[in-house]
Nanobody, 120 residues
Framework: QVQLVESGGGLVQPGGSLRLSCTASGSIFSIGAMGWYRQPPGKQRELVATVDNGGGPDYVDSVKGRFTISRDNAKNTVYLQMNSLKPEDTDVYYC??????????????WGQGTQVTVSS
């Protein structure tokens, strides 16, 4: 019913930038929290950044000052601007969103993932 489609990943040199996008489509009344996740090898899934309704972004410590999460509700889209990228940022990035089909009914959805590779 609802689908999240990600784009913007790719190969970039250390110190470079990428902007990830995640757009929701389908039966959408409103969108709650939106976030970006990654899962380094051998580690638990990590919440990279999240933004609630009305703003209020939060970030994992390792990306603070380098990444910026934003949302455009008119476009049903969440972005992750990634600057000063480091090799350790390499991962598949997944967006997640709580999407309401009515004022009281919601489900959480995942994007398909987009590969970010930071390498010389």
């Amino acid at each position: 019913q609802v689908q999240l489609v990600e784009s913007g990943g790719g190969l970039v040199q250390p110190g470079g930038s990428l902007r990830l996008s995640c757009t929701a489509s389908g039966s959408i009344f409103s969108i709650g929290a939106m976030g970006w996740y990654r899962q380094p090898p051998g580690k638990q899934r990590e919440l990279v950044a999240t933004v609630d309704n009305g703003g209020g972004p939060d970030y994992v410590d390792s990306v603070k000052g380098r990444f910026t999460i934003s949302r455009d509700n008119a476009k049903n889209t969440v972005y992750l601007q990634m600057n000063s990228l480091k090799p350790e940022d390499t991962d598949v990035y997944y967006c997640n969103s709580r999407i309401y089909s009515s004022p009281t009914r919601w489900n959480d959805y995942w994007g398909q993932g987009t590969q970010v590779t930071v390498s010389s």
